[in-house]
Nanobody, 126 residues
Framework: VQLQASGGGMAQAGDSLRLSCKGS????????IGWFRQFPSKEREFVAV????????AYTDSVKGRLTISRDIAENTVYLQMNSLKPEDTAVYFC????????????????????WGQGTLVTVSS
């Protein structure tokens, strides 16, 4: 599956942005989709993940209550709604796909995902 991330841009602290990750074909709906971000320091971290059905989600602690991941199965798209943006959210955001089958948790490590989009830059100024 190929992934196309979009929606990044420049924002002020407190603003909102919505990132999109669109799948290239209908098999997209079989994949668990996650968002990661890479900071200017080059460190990459897990942000959020959604199950293939959309029923299960997980987030890193620093974004809970501000960022929401969801998926539109009909549109073959996963969204990351980003509210109350902070300068520390500045990063390149990547979406990634996983054929995850374990039911006790969702994937959150880079090596648990095998297909990646190209990244979209989010810059938040204070």
């Amino acid at each position: 599956v190929q992934l196309q991330a979009s929606g990044g841009g420049m924002a002020q602290a407190g603003d909102s942005l919505r990132l999109s990750c669109k799948g290239s074909d209908p098999t997209f709906r079989r994949y668990v989709i996650g968002w990661f971000r890479q900071f200017p320091s080059k460190e990459r971290e897990f942000v959020a993940v959604v199950s293939w059905s959309g029923a299960m989600t997980a987030y890193t602690d620093s974004v809970k209550g501000r960022l929401t991941i969801s998926r539109d199965i009909a549109e073959n798209t996963v969204y990351l709604q980003m509210n109350s943006l902070k300068p520390e959210d500045t990063a390149v955001y990547f979406c990634a796909a996983s054929l995850w089958t374990t039911t006790d948790r969702l994937p959150s490590r880079e090596n648990e995902f095998h297909a990646w989009g190209q990244g979209t830059l989010v810059t938040v100024s204070s």
